[in-house]
């Protein structure tokens, strides 16, 4: 009975053998397909060669140096040593020319811009002091009066809002404001501002986006904005 129980085992470990070896060569099989005891081995890789043609550079011309011509003096004979009697001219009267006036040369103007209202952008301390972060400024015309009652447009980080110029006369009469934070952070291209038409109905954007860039000084907290009508 015990020898039949050790052949078994002997059974038994010799299956479990053949099947880690079988185990083994799938594996091996499985990573490189191009064993040689891999009885089904796919076809082999073709390599695409791309030829490519390298430019050739063409020549420039060689400038050619320019000749200029060199002036002769012409030689005048001298008469011999007659004695001619001269005539006595008569002057002629000289007309003065006219002195030429400069013609004045025209200013070059400033190209318009395509949006309605341009914008300037400066870094401050808030008036609430380092306990807060966000946007504030104005709206005005060419001539610095104020507009009020234009839509602006503040949106990123979650905040997505319509204030209107004249709601905070704390920056002039058409100010406005947004808070974001209650502590400077360093925010760069997070928040937009954009001002938008208050006569149309659709409201649709007069002024470039303005990308806010937060440093995360208390000295830069507010970022303030005129926009400014131009035409």
């Given amino acids: 009975m015990r020898s039949r129980d050790r052949l078994f085992n002997v059974l038994s470990l010799v299956m479990l053998a053949l099947t880690l070896i ?10 490189n397909p191009y064993l040689l005891f891999n009885p089904f081995p796919p076809p082999p ?23 200029t011509p060199t002036n002769t003096p012409t030689i005048t004979p001298t008469p011999p040593a007659t004695f001619t009697p001269t005539p006595t001219r008569t002057p002629t009267p000289i007309t003065p020319s006219p002195t030429p006036t ?15 209202f341009t914008y300037e952008i400066v870094y401050e301390t808030p008036i609430y002091g380092c306990n807060w972060l966000g946007v504030a400024g104005a709206v005005v015309d060419i001539d610095g009066e104020h507009l009020r009652g234009y839509p602006i447009h503040v949106w990123g980080g979650g905040i ?3 204030v209107n110029s004249g709601d905070k006369q704390n920056y002039g009469d058409s100010g406005w404001e947004q808070f974001f934070l209650n502590n400077p952070q360093e925010l760069r291209g997070v928040f937009r501002v954009q ?6 109905p659709n409201h649709p954007p007069v002024s470039p986006e303005v990308v806010l860039n937060f440093p995360g000084y208390c000295s830069q907290s507010l970022a303030l904005i005129t926009f400014t009508k131009n035409h």
């Fill in 22 to 31: 079988t185990v083994l060569c799938y594996i091996l099989i499985a990573i």
């Fill in 45 to 67: 890789r073709e390599i695409a060669v791309v030829a490519t043609n390298t430019p050739t550079p063409t020549p420039g011309r060689t400038p050619v140096a320019t000749w």
């Fill in 102 to 116: 400069n013609t004045p040369t025209p200013t070059p103007r400033v190209t318009r811009s395509p949006w309605p």
């Fill in 160 to 162: 997505d809002v319509v």
């Fill in 195 to 200: 001002v938008h038409d208050k006569n149309n």
